[in-house]
């Protein structure tokens, strides 16, 4: 995987890697589950903006339920190694940009999606 594989995606390089091993999944696998989920999650943001959520530069991060975890990785057949690694990649960048936004993550009470934005769906 190189660093642009992974910044199609709106994960940071680094947090693919340590999710990966931290969970004992294959970065390549992790990385491609994660282009899948952003794709789907780009057109999704209206979803989200109920709640807390943040704009950092080219992504947004929202607090989620945690159980609306079941329903966005309905589309696909990964395993649960994978949906575990994929959901904590998301929350651990979803953290990172709340706290660099506003300087804690308290408002995502532990469960966050981050999404890329395109510049005509930057409205902040």
Do not use: K, N
Request: with cysteine.
């Amino acid at each position: 995987m190189t660093d642009d594989t992974a910044r199609t995606t709106a994960i940071e390089t680094d947090i693919v890697a340590r999710t990966a091993e931290d969970s004992g999944v294959d970065e390549g696998e992790l990385a491609d589950a994660l282009e899948l989920l952003d794709a789907d999650l780009r057109g999704r943001h209206s979803e989200f903006e109920q709640g807390e959520y943040v704009t950092v530069e080219d992504r947004r991060a929202y607090a989620i339920d945690p159980e609306e975890w079941e329903s966005l990785f309905e589309p696909y057949d990964f395993d649960d190694a994978l949906e575990t690694a994929a959901r904590r990649a998301h929350e651990r960048q979803a953290e990172a940009l709340f706290v660099a936004s506003s300087g804690d993550s308290d408002a995502l009470a532990g469960s966050g999606v981050v999404c890329g934005i395109d510049t005509a769906e930057q409205f902040d």
